[in-house]
């Protein structure tokens, strides 16, 4: 196509040129610049900007681009899709001209910007900047005991203070906790968890054994779930295989799920074996959103036959028979 086009500027140049100096010869004028003309023509040049323009890539850099699905657009025509941790971009379309990148389509659970988007390509362009942020805002609850902040990525960030606090003895430590029950689908576009399930208003919530039979055969001599392989651990399992941000997970001792029980009174935090002076089903600390108001296991074996879990329906912390179905909040962290 750009070999057609050189023809045929050519050919009109070409054709100018000789009418011009056809009619000049009949008044018998010379002219110098018609002679100049004449001269190109006979050694076959001609000015290049009348062939072509010259057109140029269109493209920048992203910072925070930890989603899917961003697509850019150039001069509302030319369409680019990036994938999470993408940190460069070109359009494959060249420009001559002007050109315009703005966000066609939002990732998901993110919002992006494009600044040095637009103006007059003389070269390829590197300049247009597009930047990501969480569309979320990080919601931070605190408490006596530490600070609740939702990450927006699937994980609560529970940085602890060391003390005493429903009976239990802390030191200052920072865990992660999965936002969403075992079994539940987190959606970063809504931040918040959703499945589908069987057993009432569980948002897809999966209930597993601390382990298959009643024995100490799924826990270690000091009583923690140790992914012993003589028998199944659903709890155990439930954790380990969870892939979330690349951290490690496990199930949580009692003492860490113990510190998501919320009551009436901020302050509040009950002992073993004792519920909330006042509280709202379920009793958990409101950033952890869509939990089962039901019990939930630790990683902690009570004896050969019982192991503790904490019942969000009523914030009591207690023990039950191993091989009881219940739900799993998996933590990382020490």
Request: glycine fraction near 8%; charge should be neutral.
């Amino acid at each position: 196509m750009a070999m057609k086009t050189k023809q045929i500027y050519r050919l009109i140049y070409i054709v100018t040129i000789v009418i011009v100096l056809l009619s000049n010869c009949k008044k018998g004028k010379e002219d110098p610049f018609l002679l100049l003309g004449a001269g190109l023509l006979l050694n076959q040049t001609y000015p290049e900007s009348i062939v072509s323009a010259k057109a140029f890539l269109i493209g920048g850099t992203i910072t925070g681009l930890d989603s899917s699905e961003l697509i850019l657009s150039n001069n509302e025509a030319d369409e680019l899709k990036l994938a999470s941790g993408d940190t460069r971009f070109t359009f494959a379309t060249k420009v001559s001209g002007a050109y315009d990148v703005r966000v066609k389509t939002q990732p998901t659970g993110l919002t992006c910007s494009v600044s040095s988007g637009s103006g007059t390509a003389i070269a390829d362009v590197t300049s247009v900047v597009v930047s990501c942020a969480k569309s979320c805002p990080k919601t931070i609850v605190t408490r006596n005991w530490g600070t609740f902040t939702d990450q927006c990525d699937g994980t609560i960030q529970f940085v602890g203070n060391a003390g005493t606090f429903g009976g239990q003895t802390y030191t200052a430590q920072t865990l992660y906790f999965a936002k969403c029950t075992h079994g539940q689908t987190y959606n970063s576009s809504t931040n918040d968890c959703t499945g589908t399930g069987n057993l009432g208003d569980n948002y897809g919530g999966i209930q597993v054994q601390y382990c298959s039979t009643i024995n100490d055969r799924c826990n270690s001599d000091q009583g923690v779930l140790n992914g012993s392989t003589l028998e199944v651990s659903g709890a155990y399992n439930a954790c380990n295989a969870l892939s979330l941000v690349g951290k490690s997970w496990r199930v949580p001792t009692k003492n860490e799920l113990k510190l998501l029980i919320n009551c009436t009174n901020a302050i509040e935090l009950p002992d073993d074996g004792t519920t909330c002076t006042a509280s709202t089903s379920p009793t958990v600390i409101p950033v952890f959103t869509n939990t089962i108001s039901s019990p939930y296991w630790s990683s902690n074996s009570l004896d050969g036959v019982t192991a503790w879990f904490i019942n969000f329906n009523n914030s009591i912390t207690d023990n039950l028979d191993k091989n009881s179905n219940y739900y799993v909040r998996c933590v990382s962290g020490p």
